[in-house]
């Protein structure tokens, strides 16, 4: 038979059609041709761009009647993203263990708070598919980390190899000792790329080090990588240009420096993540760089994007003094749901959600926030969801990881003064 994939717009036209009479029939035989049953939730639209069909999400349960998980795990694993929430799917993963890669693709990742950030994952999918693209030689993705041995989830996130790199001149901001044990790195193993995060966050300037000491010329800002036997290694990358006003094509070089959503994170298999350790220690360095530690600052200031510990809020909250107080003494940025946003309580760019921030904290502590599902797709990959509800059967609630039932403004009186009493003690103890 042939394998030239045919397409009948005609089903499309009614997949994306939600009022048509025959659209679930449509989308349950979508669902089927990919290969699960259930209906499509992806398609690929009459002008080749991909479209989604939020209603298809969800499973019928045993007495007929639709379920939607919102516990998170199920858009975790969809997404590849979410460490606590999709670890039950990460355990349905297939298994890949490369013995004798052909050659090596290194990704220096940020880790910020020490684990892995949604940027670090697409990035891992991306050197995923390098490694993986000649499939009878097979590549290995290697990960250079500095000192962070124990992060969860290293294998999920597509690494076949490890290399912590660990030493008192490496530790916080050192810049000089991190390239010289990146060039180090790069004399042992000559990985074929390096990717970096093209973020704030170190990658980028890291990524911009290591090209000038390697002599290439970097890609930077780097959101698609394509296919292109004509290019020198095999690949096309597009990044952005000017300032971020034009996209600027070329062969893929050794040094990419890629955004976030540069390619999709690895979401079906477990790698072997082995540790691997230079032959050689690393040489003392006499760095020029003192660094005096990190300094406090003012939580209200991050991006909600960048934010670890993020107090929210909803309908719920009617304390507003209250709520904003309880968010400076708890040192954490300020998030609210679209109602709270729509009815003028917090600016828009605090809105967390699906047509706001998507969030990555650490913590998120959703006030009065009744979990709707728009909501919870910002949240998806947040590591621990405390919900202070008055509804126990609300969504929020379901997913939280720690749920306070009860009255917002009273709990969130109670929790900033437990806060200041224990500085206080603590004070007092000093
Ligand atoms: C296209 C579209 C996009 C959307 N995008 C987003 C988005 O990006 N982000 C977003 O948030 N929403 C979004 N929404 C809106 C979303 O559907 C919900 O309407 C919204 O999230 C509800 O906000 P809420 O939970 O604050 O309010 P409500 O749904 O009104 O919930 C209030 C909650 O507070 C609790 N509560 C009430 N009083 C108290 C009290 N005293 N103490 C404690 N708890 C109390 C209630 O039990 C309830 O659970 C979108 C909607 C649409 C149609």
Sequence with gaps: ??????????????????????????????????????????????????????HAVGFIGPNGIKRIDRS?????????RGASAGSKAADERRQVI??????????????????????????????????????????AVLAVVFGQADVEGYGEAGIDRLLVLEGDDIDGYAPEARLAALTAVDGEFAPRHWLLPDSKLGGADLGRRLAARLGERPAAGVWQVERDATCALGWRCTGRGAAGTSDIQRALPRVVLALAECAEPVSETR??????????????????IEDLGQVA??????????????????????????????????????GASRVAV?????????????TGTWVTARVY????????????????SCDKVVAINLDPGCDMIKRADLAVIGDSASILAALVEMVQRQREEKRDAA
Excluded: C, Y
């Design 1 to 54: 038979m042939s394998e030239i994939v045919r397409r009948d717009p005609r089903r499309e036209w009614i997949a994306r059609n939600r009022l048509h009479p025959e659209h679930e029939r449509v989308l349950a035989e979508l669902g089927q041709s990919a290969g699960h049953g259930m209906a499509a939730t992806e398609w690929m639209g009459p002008n080749g761009v991909i479209r989604k069909n939020p």
């Design 72 to 80: 998170g795990v199920q858009q975790a694993a969809a997404a590849g």
């Design 98 to 139: 490369i013995e004798a890669p052909d050659f090596l693709v290194a990704v220096v990742p940020d880790l910020p708070g020490g684990r892995l950030s949604s940027h670090d994952r697409d990035l891992l999918g991306l050197a995923r598919q390098l490694a993986d693209a000649d499939g009878e030689r097979p590549g």
């Design 271 to 288: 790698h072997a993540a082995r540790p691997l350790a230079l032959s050689q220690p690393l040489p003392p360095l006499l760095g020029r």
């Design 297 to 334: 600052v003012d939580p209200a200031g991050v991006a909600l994007s960048e934010a670890e510990f993020i107090l929210s809020a909803g309908n719920g909250v009617k304390d507003w003094d209250g709520f904003h107080q309880a968010a400076e003494v708890l040192g954490a940025t300020e």
């Design 342 to 354: 729509d009815d003028g309580f917090m600016p828009r760019h605090r809105q967390v959600g699906a």
């Design 365 to 380: 502590v959703a006030v009065g926030i009744s979990g709707a599902i728009q909501h919870l797709q910002g949240i998806q």
